[in-house]
């Protein structure tokens, strides 16, 4: 299993930028997906988090700004990102909480990171 993100890079503080998140491997079932980041000399922290039924969890720097979306048939998490904020600048991660086939435990797994940069 494994979790490939794409979408990240530099933007000017007040725009837009998506990432895109996707499992894949021998998936048997998916529970919780969200996104992390982490910035330079800071400790990895919650952006948002989203269950199989939708249910959305935001870190207050990022609530009505940030949307986490998901397509299930995919395997695939989304984290729109608006009004971004030199701030926002970090490494973002996304996970996973997914139970291969044919096992029994759910494991959370980890994407590799993507950069973005907000400047000024």
């Known amino acids: 299993v494994q979790l490939v993100e794409s979408g990240g890079g530099l933007v000017q503080a007040g725009g837009s930028l998506r990432l895109s998140c996707a499992a894949s491997g021998d998936i048997g079932r998916i529970n919780d997906m969200g996104w992390y980041r982490q910035a330079p000399g800071k400790q990895r922290e919650l952006v948002a988090t989203?269950?199989?039924?939708?249910?959305?969890n935001y870190a207050d720097s990022v609530k009505g700004r940030f949307t986490i979306s998901r397509d299930n048939a995919k395997n695939t998490v989304y984290l729109q990102m608006n009004s971004l904020k030199l701030e926002d600048t970090a490494v973002y991660y996304c996970n996973a909480e997914i139970r291969r086939v044919g096992r029994g435990v759910f494991i959370v797994y980890w994407g590799q990171g993507t950069q973005v940069t907000v400047s000024s």
């Open positions: 989203m269950t199989t039924g939708g249910i959305t």
